[in-house]
Antibody, heavy 117, light 109 residues
Framework: EVQLVESGGGLVQPGGSLRLSCAAS????????MTWIRQAPGKGLEWVAN????????HYVDSVRGRFTISRDNTRDSLFLQMNSLRAEDTAVYYCARHNYYRFDFWGQGTLVSVSS | QSALTQPPSASGSPGQSVTISCTGTSNDVGASNYVSWYQQHPGKAPKVVIY???KRPSGVPDRFSGSKSGNTASLTVSGLQAEDEADYYCSSKIGLDNVFGGGTKLTVL
């Protein structure tokens, strides 16, 4: 059974940093693209970033490029999102998902990031 | 990376059919066979119901179908059931990125 479990969310002040983690199991992690997707309270889904299998290639939505870094550790079947210079508009539930030919076929339960003073 | 355009709401009675549209551009929906649709119930993670425009994952009822014409993709839910009431989002490949639609709240009357 595929499982994706996010952690690391919480309350942070504007300008602060946070690192999200996603523990994967039930599939060959090193063979999969992985993705972070977020959803602001009461709003729609927003794709945030992709990382290719070996972690060497990454892709970001314009609004986070230069502030967020997606990475992975294939030895620990783990995905990460380092978020710096956080803004109020980054407040959202952040989902980790498996990217399978541009569809997201498995999702975690999400972790809430709140940016507020 | 502008969001795809979906109607904010749609509705139908049990047993009826409803179609939700998703309009993009020649750079995303119009250029890609990688259009997918997601169902999200309140407080839950989204679930893919259609991928690659028309394909249905195992376990998704055949009441769900997808299509595309030009820059617009569509999701049709036939034989509406109460459990189909949810938010629906389309998504498309754009270059090496992804873009979502704004979402449609489907109400079963």
């Amino acid at each position: 059974e595929v499982q994706l479990v996010e952690s690391g969310g919480g309350l942070v002040q504007p300008g602060g940093s946070l690192r999200l983690s996603c523990a994967a199991s039930g599939f060959t992690f090193k063979d999969a693209w992985m993705t972070w997707i977020r959803q602001a309270p009461g709003k729609g889904l927003e794709w945030v970033a992709n990382v290719e299998q070996d972690g060497s290639k990454t892709h970001y939505v314009d609004s986070v490029r230069g502030r967020f870094t997606i990475s992975r550790d294939n030895t620990r079947d783990s995905l990460f999102l380092q978020m710096n210079s956080l803004r109020a508009e980054d407040t959202a539930v952040y989902y980790c998902a498996r990217h399978n030919y541009y569809r997201f076929d498995f999702w975690g339960q999400g972790t809430l990031v709140s940016v507020s003073s | 990376q502008s969001a795809l355009t979906q109607p904010p709401s749609a509705s139908g009675s049990p047993g009826q059919s409803v179609t939700i549209s998703c309009t993009g551009t020649s750079n995303d929906v119009g250029a890609s066979n990688y259009v997918s649709w997601y169902q999200q119930h309140p407080g839950k993670a989204p679930k893919v119901v259609i991928y690659e425009v028309t394909k249905r994952p195992s376990g998704v009822p055949d009441r769900f179908s997808g299509s595309k014409s030009g820059n617009t993709a569509s999701l049709t839910v036939s034989g509406l059931q109460a459990e189909d009431e949810a938010d629906y989002y389309c998504s498309s490949k754009i270059g090496l990125d992804n873009v979502f639609g704004g979402g449609t709240k489907l109400t079963v009357l």
